[in-house]
């Protein structure tokens, strides 16, 4: 008799989360390249995404560390498909022909140069986002065995850092060489990869609240110690 899937009162509401936080920092943030003024360094160049995007690791955190990497690699699956339809829609919508007058016409400028790239940047960040979270969850998911469960802060920044590094590495030089000048691109990828690793550690504190919380509530602590971390399927 094949065993029957556990009931979690929380994860869809996490997945949810999830997929939001993903879409808004990629398609809101990712294309506005912002500046800092910081004093002795001067003008810092970031991607505005930033500010959000590490939220998201944040989550595949807490999935993989309470549920295992099987339910992150569902929840990784459902942000590709959600990057994904926004991508086509926002194609399909700029293809349309613009109804009449200046409104219009100034409206449908807007969306060219605001979603106009979006096909670009939704590519590169499926990519990127796709290839860093299998890997943050994989890494953390191996390193929860090699521990015995303990040092959660150790291995959340670790995998936050490799995964980060994969994603930072690659999403950048997809969306937007050619587009921004080269060093800028370069910059704003390593201002990009250290700020989102900073994140991580200033979100240590809430990391261990919400994980303690949910493994309460949802009587699961998971070792991923049989498990299939092929990223090609959505099975938990």
Known sequence: MPEKKRHHR???LILAAFVVVLLCSNFIGAGKAAVIHLPYFGEFVYGAGILFFPISYFFGDILTEVYGYAYDRRAVWAGFAALAFAAIMAQIVIALPSGPGAYMESYQHGMEVVFGNSWRVATASMIAFWSGSFVNSYVLAKLK?????RYLWMRAIGSTAVGEL???????MLAF???WPTNEVIQVAFAQYFLKTSWEILATPLTYLVVNFLKRKENEDYYDTDTNFTPFRVKV
Not at 145 to 149: N, R
Not at 166 to 172: A, E, G, P, Q
């Open 166 to 172: 994969v994603d930072s590495s690659l999403f950048y």
């Open 145 to 149: 065995i090699k521990t015995q469960g």
């Open 177 to 179: 060489y050619g587009l």
């Open 10 to 12: 929380y994860y869809d």
